[in-house]
Nanobody
Framework: QVQLVESGGGLVQAGGSLRLSCAASGRTFSTYTMGWFRQGPGKEREFVAAISKNDGTTSYADSVKGRFTISRDNAKNTMYLQMNSLKPEDTAVYYC???????????????WGQGTQVTVSS
C-alpha cells in the first residue's frame, strides 16, 4: 500500500559521507517500521539498519555499526540514513523498506523502494 522513493545516492571517495532519504506516501507513516537494505554487484541483498515506529529503537548490521545512523521524521513522512567513514565495500544499490510489524529484529519487510546507487571510490 505505501509507496517509497529513495534519493541522495552518488559517488564519494573512501572516508567521505553521504545521506540517503526515503520519502513515503500516505498518512500513516508512523505505523510502519522502516529499514534500509543494500545489494552490491554480484551479491545478495543484505540488511543494513532498521528503526521502530516512534520510540527510537534501532538495529544495525555489524558491518555498519559506528559509521551509519538511521533516523526518521514522522511529520515529514521521511526516513534517513547518514553514512560516514564510507568504504569501497559499501558500494551498492540501497533500498528503503517498510513493514507493519513493530519488531526491528526481523527482516521480513512488505514494501520496497526502487533503490539508489551509492559508489565509494578508493
Amino acid at each position: 500500500q505505501v509507496q517509497l522513493v529513495e534519493s541522495g545516492g552518488g559517488l564519494v571517495q573512501a572516508g567521505g559521507s553521504l545521506r540517503l532519504s526515503c520519502a513515503a506516501s500516505g498518512r500513516t507513516f508512523s505505523t510502519y517500521t522502516m529499514g534500509w537494505f543494500r545489494q552490491g554487484p554480484g551479491k545478495e541483498r543484505e540488511f543494513v539498519a532498521a528503526i521502530s515506529k516512534n520510540d527510537g529503537t534501532t538495529s544495525y548490521a555489524d558491518s555498519v555499526k559506528g559509521r551509519f545512523t538511521i533516523s526518521r521524521d514522522n511529520a515529514k513522512n521521511t526516513m534517513y540514513l547518514q553514512m560516514n567513514s564510507l568504504k569501497p565495500e559499501d558500494t551498492a544499490v540501497y533500498y528503503c523498506a517498510a513493514k507493519k510489524s513493530a519488531s526491528v529484529w526481523d527482516i521480513n519487510y512488505d514494501y520496497w523502494g526502487q533503490g539508489t546507487q551509492v559508489t565509494v571510490s578508493s
